[in-house]
């Protein structure tokens, strides 16, 4: 269960990625909101996702219509953006 590669916790990111929608909309339990915040502030990488997030619940709120379901892929796409420095590399098992 030890993860060598551990030192970018992407599961982290992931996990807050998830709950960007309900804190954008407000619906975030404040603990969580606390717990989001205090991740932000020290990993620039979601703090990108959120301003992206951001911007699109902006739009859509601003065409007041009724919140078409993000694309299944953005999250995908956002994190496949994300640089990863800790990449494994082929070959590093020595
Ligand atoms: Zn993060």
Redesign the pocket.
Known sequence: MTNPHHHH??E??RA??AQLNDYLDGDLPADLCADLEA??A??P??RV?LDTLGQIVQIVHALDVAPPPLPADLEARLLASLTLPCAPAQGEWI
């Open positions: 916790s992407l982290r990111c807050l990625i991740h932000l020290g990993c990488d979601c996702m």
